[in-house]
């Protein structure tokens, strides 16, 4: 069973555009949000994380939007740029140690 | 300096046979865990040890059983090999809940049984 809800599975941009992958959970009990990216043949990087006592978190061209009361949270690319491609994982974690991953969104920039 | 290291990156072997993959970490971290990523690239956690105790045992065949011989190192052992054993296996560490819980992931160990 999923516990994190992950879509869409894949979606092209151009350079410069915006990509936006969507989160939903179900577990109110969650209150740490990461999102992973990952290069074919690495292992996934912590990319951003949320806490859910905070409604929007940006660091450089990548933001997380959080949106409690609807249990979904977002990643948003801005100025997509072709070092970009790669897989994004939102993940959902609370005080047990074990984060849950979605199934991934492989992210495809156009030059 | 890699900070959580894997050996071997690959690993083919035949049904049957019993095979260890090692996982290493240089972070200070106290907790280290083992996860799956199937063909559809899904990540599963499969276990978690705390400063080597074993935190996390998900519904995992008991052919899997992972040793922590001191909180840096945390290795599986797999027994009798399937074919549905056939996957990416990725360690990784992290501090405690309550502190910065990122993940800190190795660069995988791509199974393949044949």
């Known amino acids: 069973q999923q516990q994190v809800k992950q879509s869409p599975q894949s979606l092209i941009v151009q350079k410069g555009g915006i990509s936006i992958i969507n989160c939903a959970y179900e577990?109110?009990?969650?209150?740490?949000f990461p999102w992973y990216q990952q290069f074919p043949g690495k292992g996934p990087a912590l990319l951003i994380a949320?806490?859910?006592?905070?409604s929007e978190k940006k660091e450089g061209r990548f933001t997380i939007s959080f949106n409690k009361s609807a249990k979904q949270f977002s990643l948003h690319i801005m100025d997509s740029q072709p070092g970009d491609s790669a897989t994004y994982f939102c993940?959902?974690?609370?005080?047990?140690?074990?984060?849950?991953f979605g199934a991934g969104t492989t992210v495809t920039v156009r030059a | 300096d890699t900070a959580v290291s894997q050996t071997p990156k690959y690993l083919v072997t035949q049904m049957g046979n019993d095979k260890s993959i090692k996982c290493e970490q240089n972070?200070?971290?106290?907790?280290m865990y083992w996860y799956k990523q199937d063909s559809k690239k899904f990540l599963k956690i499969m276990f978690s040890?705390?400063?080597?105790?074993?935190?996390i045992n998900e519904t995992v065949p008991n052919r899997f059983s992972p040793k922590s011989p001191d909180k840096a190192h945390l290795n599986l052992h797999i027994n009798s090999l399937e074919l549905g054993d056939s996957a990416v296996y990725f360690c990784?560490?992290?501090?405690?809940?309550?502190?910065?819980?990122?993940?800190?992931f190795g660069s995988g160990t791509r199974l393949t049984v044949v």
């Open positions: 993940a959902a974690g609370q005080s047990d140690y074990k984060l849950s």
């Open positions: 949320i806490r859910p006592d905070v």
């Open positions: 577990n109110t009990a969650f209150d740490y």
């Open positions: 990784a560490s992290s501090q405690p809940p309550g502190v910065e819980r990122g993940y800190t």
């Open positions: 040890y705390n400063n080597k105790e074993l935190i």
């Open positions: 972070l200070g971290h106290d907790t």
